[in-house]
Every structure is written in structure tokens, then in C-alpha cells.
Nanobody, 132 residues
């Protein structure tokens, strides 16, 4: 199983940008599709976006399209979430998650968003706070 550690969160003004990083260790990182989720206070985990093992395909929740970009660097065992035009409602703890069982593809086939507990592992999360 791959171990994950997120970083890069913080406080940002509305309209600003942040780039979150996720460092992977353990089993071969390039075996995994990777996803980002977030959880606002008092709410369920919400899918943000995902990227295929090769980096060739990405998939986003509708509300994130155009503002958020997921990328990865398999040589560095890293996955990133670039967030632009941030809004106060983006305030949440952000998690990266590893998908080694095709959960993302299955969700897409079923025309639904991926769910965090369908992924193999996830990190401790990093807090993002967007001030109005």
C-alpha cells in the first residue's frame, strides 16, 4: 500500500491561488490512479479531481472544472492540486488518495463521483482556508 502526505495548505484571500502537494512512498506510485478529496467542517468528503496512473487523463467534479488542476510527477512520486480563483466555500481539509483497484474508472462508468472509502489509502490532509 502507498503512504501519502499532503502539504501546501494555508490561509489565502478569495480570488487567490494555492498549490497542494502530495508525496507518496511505499509501493510503486505509478501503479496508482490518484485523487483529491476535501472535507469541509461538518460535511461529508467531497470528490475534487483525479488523474490516471500515467497522467494522461484527468477527471473533475463539475464545480471544480476550470479552477482546479490535478497533475503528477511519477519520477518524484508526487501529485499536485493547483487551485485558482479560490472562494470561501473552498475552505476544507484536502486529502490525496491512491486508487489501485480501478475505483475511479468504475465510478466514471457508473456516471457518479468517486467516493473516498473506495480508494486504497489517503493522507492526513492539509487545511485550506479561504478568507472573504
Amino acid at each position: 500500500q502507498v503512504q501519502l502526505a499532503e502539504s501546501g495548505g494555508g490561509l489565502v484571500q478569495a480570488g487567490g491561488s494555492l498549490r497542494l502537494s502530495c508525496a507518496a512512498s511505499g509501493r510503486s506510485f505509478s501503479d496508482y490512479n490518484m485523487g483529491w478529496f476535501r472535507q469541509a467542517l461538518g460535511k461529508e468528503h467531497e470528490f475534487v479531481g483525479a488523474i490516471s496512473w500515467s497522467g494522461g487523463r484527468t477527471y473533475y467534479a463539475e464545480s471544480m472544472k476550470g479552477r482546479f488542476t490535478v497533475s503528477r510527477d511519477n519520477a518524484k512520486n508526487m501529485v499536485y492540486l493547483q487551485m485558482n480563483a479560490l472562494k470561501p466555500e473552498d475552505t476544507a481539509v484536502y486529502y490525496c488518495a491512491a486508487d489501485g483497484r480501478g475505483s475511479t474508472a468504475r465510478a466514471i462508468t457508473q456516471r457518479r463521483l468517486p467516493v473516498l472509502n473506495e480508494f486504497d489509502s489517503w493522507g492526513q490532509g492539509t487545511q485550506v482556508t479561504v478568507a472573504s
